[in-house]
C-alpha cells in the first residue's frame, strides 16, 4: 500500500479515542479556543475581519471570542489568525508544528455549519488532524524553509474536515496540497504574515473539503510524487509518517505554551520565572541552532509586536521585572525602555553543537546576579512539554491571562465548558 493510501484509509476508518487521549485532546482543545478568544484584538485582528466580512454574508459559523457570525471558510480564516496571533498555541516540539492551530479553526467552522457534532466524532477528527499534522514534520528531515504549521497543518486540517463533512478524503487532500502556502520568512523579518498564513491555511481546508464535495477533480500522489510534499516543502520519510498511524496519538505528544511568545524563548523564560524580581544581571543560554535561528533577535526600539515575540533578549527582560509575558507590554515604550534595552545586551546564545536541524532541546541555563554568584541549570524538556509540564498553578495562571485578554462578548463556555462550545453552536 503506498503511503497516500495508508493515509487515507486511517483518516477514514472508525476510531475510538484512549481515555487518557481524549482527556489530553480535551485538554488542549480547551487551552487552543482560549488562546484564540485571548487573539480576538490582537494587532492585525481588525484587519483580518474587514477582509473576512468581504468574503461574503453568512451566518454559518462562529468567530472566536465575539459574537459575530460568518461563512465557514471566513470564519475559520478569522478564527485561525486569532488562535496564532499571540504566539500561545499549543505546538509539537519534535515536529516543529503547532498542530492545533489550523485544525481547530478550520474544523470548528465545519462543525458549526452542520449544526454541531457529538463530542466523540469531534475530538476524533481532531486527533486524526493533529496526528497527520504533527507526523509530517515528524518525518521531516532537513531544516524549515516553509512555515510548516502552514504547510503540514493544513493537509492534517483538510483531511479532519473531510471527516466531518463527508468528503472523499484524496481529493480534498490533494486539493489541500495544491493550496499549500507559506514560508519562513514572515517568521525571519517578524511579520504578521505568519499568523495570516496560518488562517489563509485554515480556510483553504474548508475550501478542499468543498471542493472534492463537489466533485472537483485534484492531484493523488501528493507526498512522494515528484513534486509532492516530501520533495518540495520538506525532505523525509513518507514511510516514517504512516508507520504508526492510529497507535502513537501525537496530541498526547503536544507541548503547552505558558507564554504568548515564540516556543524557543520558553525554556529560558521558565528558568527566569523562578527568579523574577531577582537581581540577575546577564544570561547565557546554551541551545540547539533552531533555538538561537528562532528566537535570537537584537531588540530593537523600533520593533514591531511580532518581532517582539520573537526576540528572547525583550522577553527576558520583562520576564525578570514582572514574571510574567503579557502581550499589553508589546508597545513602543517598553520597546525603548533603557532598563530592558541594557538586560537585552546582556543575554548570549550560544550554540551546543547540535546536529539535528529541527531540535529545541535539550539546552542549558547560566544566570549571574549582581553580588557575583552564578547558577546554572541543565534543562532537558521546555516548560509545558509531556516531559515537563505546566503545574496546577500555571495552567491556571494562563487561562486568567486569556480571560482577561478576551472580549466581554466572548462565549463563556470558552473557559468553562470548551467541549461543549466546540460541538454545540446553538
Given at each position: 500500500?503506498?503511503a ?6 486511517y483518516?477514514?476508518?472508525a476510531?475510538?479515542l ?6 489530553v485532546?480535551r485538554?488542549?482543545?480547551?487551552d ?8 480576538h484584538?490582537?494587532p492585525g485582528?481588525?484587519a483580518m475581519l474587514?477582509?473576512?466580512?468581504a ?13 459575530e ?23 509539537h ?8 492551530s489550523?485544525v ?5 467552522a465545519?462543525?458549526d ?9 469531534a475530538l476524533?477528527?481532531l ?5 497527520v ?10 531544516p ?7 504547510t503540514?497543518?493544513?493537509l492534517?486540517?483538510?483531511?479532519a ?6 468528503a472523499?478524503?484524496l ?5 489541500a496540497y495544491?493550496s ?5 520568512q514572515?517568521?525571519?523579518e ?5 499568523p495570516?498564513?496560518?488562517a ?10 468543498d471542493?472534492?464535495?463537489?466533485g472537483?477533480p485534484a ?41 504568548p511568545s515564540?516556543r524557543a524563548?520558553h525554556a529560558?523564560?521558565?528558568v ?5 524580581g531577582?537581581d540577575?544581571?546577564?544570561v ?10 528562532l ?20 522577553l527576558a527582560g520583562l520576564m ?7 502581550p499589553?507590554?508589546f508597545?513602543p ?15 548570549r546564545?550560544?550554540?551546543d ?17 549582581a553580588?557575583?554568584?552564578?547558577v ?20 491556571k ?16 463556555r ?7 462550545y466546540?460541538t454545540d453552536p446553538?
Amino acid at each position: 500500500m503506498s503511503a497516500v493510501a495508508a493515509l487515507i484509509d486511517y483518516a477514514g476508518v472508525a476510531h475510538r479515542l484512549p481515555d487518557d487521549v481524549a482527556a489530553v485532546a480535551r485538554h488542549f482543545l480547551a487551552d487552543t479556543l482560549a488562546v484564540g478568544a485571548a487573539g480576538h484584538d490582537a494587532p492585525g485582528a481588525a484587519a483580518m475581519l474587514a477582509v473576512a466580512r468581504a468574503m461574503g454574508q453568512g451566518t454559518e459559523a462562529r468567530l472566536l471570542g465575539t459574537a459575530e457570525r460568518m461563512p465557514a471558510q471566513a470564519a475559520a480564516f478569522v478564527n485561525g489568525y486569532r488562535i496564532h496571533c499571540l504566539e500561545w498555541d499549543a505546538v509539537h516540539e519534535p515536529a516543529v508544528v503547532h498542530a492545533m492551530s489550523v485544525v481547530t479553526a478550520a474544523l470548528g467552522a465545519a462543525i458549526d455549519r452542520r449544526g454541531g457534532v457529538p463530542a466523540d466524532d469531534a475530538l476524533v477528527a481532531l486527533a486524526v488532524g493533529v496526528e497527520v499534522a504533527a507526523g509530517l514534520g515528524d518525518a521531516a528531515t532537513s531544516p524549515l524553509r516553509f512555515f510548516r504549521p502552514a504547510t503540514a497543518g493544513l493537509l492534517g486540517a483538510a483531511l479532519a474536515v473531510a471527516r466531518i463533512d463527508g468528503a472523499p478524503l484524496l481529493p480534498a487532500l490533494g486539493l489541500a496540497y495544491s493550496s499549500v502556502a507559506g514560508t519562513m520568512q514572515a517568521h525571519v523579518e517578524g511579520s504578521l504574515a505568519l499568523p495570516f498564513q496560518i488562517a489563509n491555511a485554515a480556510r483553504a481546508a474548508v475550501l478542499a473539503s468543498d471542493l472534492a464535495k463537489a466533485g472537483f477533480p485534484a492531484p493523488a500522489d501528493v507526498l512522494d510524487g515528484p513534486f509532492g510534499y516530501f520533495n518540495l516543502i520538506d525532505a523525509g520519510d513518507s514511510g516514517a509518517l504512516v508507520a504508526d498511524l492510529g497507535q502513537r496519538w501525537r496530541i498526547a505528544e503536544l507541548s503547552v505554551k505558558p507564554y504568548p511568545s515564540g516556543r524557543a524563548s520558553h525554556a529560558a523564560l521558565g528558568v527566569l520565572a523562578e527568579f523574577a524580581g531577582q537581581d540577575v544581571v546577564a544570561v547565557e543560554l546554551a541551545c540547539p541552532p533552531l533555538i538561537r535561528r528562532l528566537v535570537g533577535r537584537a531588540m530593537e526600539p523600533g520593533m514591531t509586536p511580532s518581532w517582539a515575540r520573537l526576540c528572547l533578549p525583550f522577553l527576558a527582560g520583562l520576564m525578570r521585572r514582572d514574571g510574567r509575558i503579557d502581550p499589553r507590554c508589546f508597545t513602543p515604550a517598553q520597546f525603548a525602555d533603557p532598563a530592558l534595552s541594557d538586560f537585552a545586551r546582556h543575554l548570549r546564545l550560544v550554540d551546543d553543537g547540535n546536529p539535528d536541524p529541527n531540535a529545541l532541546f535539550p539546552q542549558a541555563i547560566t544566570l549571574s546576579f549582581a553580588d557575583g554568584h552564578t547558577v546554572t541549570r541543565a534543562i532537558p524538556a521546555t516548560l509545558g512539554s509531556p516531559d515537563a509540564p505546566l503545574s496546577p498553578a500555571q495552567t491556571k495562571a494562563k487561562l486568567a491571562l486569556a480571560r482577561e485578554l478576551a472580549s466581554p462578548a466572548a462565549d463563556p463556555r470558552i473557559f468553562t465548558d470548551p467541549l461543549a462550545y466546540f460541538t454545540d453552536p446553538t
